[in-house]
């Protein structure tokens, strides 16, 4: 008879907020734990909000610190997990966002079950350029590709790429992460708009990422000062972090390119927000300019939030978005494309009315309770194949 079967998801990051990411993470733990099993959690540090971390614990899970990798191989951070899961006795080691040397570790430790969970595309592979020098050889992502007995790639797309780049269709499943999708459709806006400075005549143009140039919060500003110069009372509202090492550089080059368009009385950074569902309920229109996308929660939970949204047509976003039905696609890195788009949905009350309605029925498609039964099928299946 089988012992009590232990799982260790390595989130390897750290929460900041009850959001989709955190749910989806919370609804699998609990599955695994009505089940009987042992769970622990591997982050990066603790939250400072204990609201994070006591529904984790309430689900009998430990939560785990521990270093993330130094690079895509560093064998401290491999052997630090071979460590870890040797000590616990792990059965499934589920890997999310740092992947390579956390999995080579629970290889070499032996563990009967290792999935991974490919959350992103390559930027050579979506920007249609030939990798250069080791790139080329795709060392880190082969390694973890040969370690896990299964990879969950969270669109069609980025399934696709790993098999045109690396191979390994055999191990490779689609599983759509979810969105919480009540928190944002049943979200109130309140006085959110006064809060922020707007008032009802403004219109609201909403992107929610951060400063990296992946998320193409500089095409945004090039289209929106387009739109600007037809649509007085537009405004610009960027949702995100802007303060870390790597987004302080492209925020300075943001902030240069809105004072050439003279837009920075019309263009707002809030920085990261717990209230995102009432700032979406509280806007007119999302956009999502980005260069490369695997999936992108965000879009899914603006559109539950019944915004029109205009998208690039990256990644696994015309997965998502199927064009002038739900949503409205533009090429990506088309400035004019994009401005176009706005400017149609801004003017266009009855468009906006109809693709909010069939985003909002999209965006409930993408149900916790499916992916909890995917994933925990995949557990049962490959631990009944060991």
């Given at each position: 008879m089988r012992r009590t079967v232990t799982v260790v998801q390595y989130w390897a990051g750290c929460p900041k907020s009850q959001n989709s990411k955190w749910q989806r993470f919370l609804a699998t733990i609990q599955r695994c734990h009505e089940q009987g099993w042992m769970n622990y959690l591997v982050w990066s540090r603790m939250p400072e909000n204990p609201a994070l971390v006591e529904p984790f614990r309430e689900a009998g899970c430990e939560i785990i610190i521990q270093r993330r990798s130094r690079g895509n191989l560093d064998f401290t951070s491999a052997w630090r997990t071979y460590k870890l899961l040797r000590r616990l006795n792990c059965d499934i080691f589920h890997c999310h966002n740092d992947h390579t040397s956390p999995l080579i570790g629970a290889a070499l430790a032996g563990i009967p079950v290792r999935i991974w969970s490919k959350l992103a595309m390559s930027p050579y592979y979506e920007e249609r350029v030939s990798a250069k020098g080791l790139h080329r050889l795709m060392v880190s992502t082969r390694a973890s590709c040969l370690c896990a007995h299964r990879i969950l790639a969270i669109s069609d797309r980025v399934g696709r790429e790993l098999i045109d780049t690396?191979?390994?269709?055999?191990?490779?499943?689609?599983?759509?992460?979810?969105?919480?999708?009540?928190?944002?459709?049943n979200a109130a806006k309140g006085n959110i708009r006064q809060e922020l400075g707007f008032d009802q005549s403004h219109v609201i143009i909403t992107s929610v990422g951060r400063a990296i140039p992946v998320k193409?919060?500089?095409i945004a500003v090039r289209a929106f000062a387009k739109v600007h110069d037809v649509i007085l009372n537009a405004r610009l509202v960027f949702i995100g972090s802007?303060?870390?090492?790597?987004?302080?550089?492209?925020f300075q080059q943001l902030t240069d390119l809105i004072k050439h368009y003279k837009l920075s009385k019309y263009v707002y950074f809030l920085g990261h927000r717990d209230d995102i569902p009432k700032i979406l309920k509280a806007s007119d229109v999302f956009i999502l300019p980005s260069r490369s996308e695997g999936l992108c929660l965000a879009l899914i939970e603006a559109m539950a939030a019944r915004l029109p949204c205009v998208a690039a047509r990256v990644g696994g976003v015309p997965e998502v978005i199927h064009h002038k039905e739900n949503g409205l696609l533009f090429e990506r890195e088309s400035v004019e494309e994009l401005a176009d788009h706005m400017e149609r949905l801004i003017e266009d009350r009855s468009l906006r009315t109809k693709i909010a309605t069939q985003a909002t029925e999209r965006a409930r498609t993408f149900n916790t309770q499916i992916y909890v039964d995917k994933i925990f099928e995949c557990y049962r299946s490959l631990l009944n194949s060991c």
């Open positions: 690396a191979g390994f269709g055999k191990k490779i499943d689609t599983v759509y992460v979810p969105v919480d999708y009540h928190r944002f459709a193409g919060w500089d802007t303060t870390s090492s790597e987004e302080t550089r492209f």
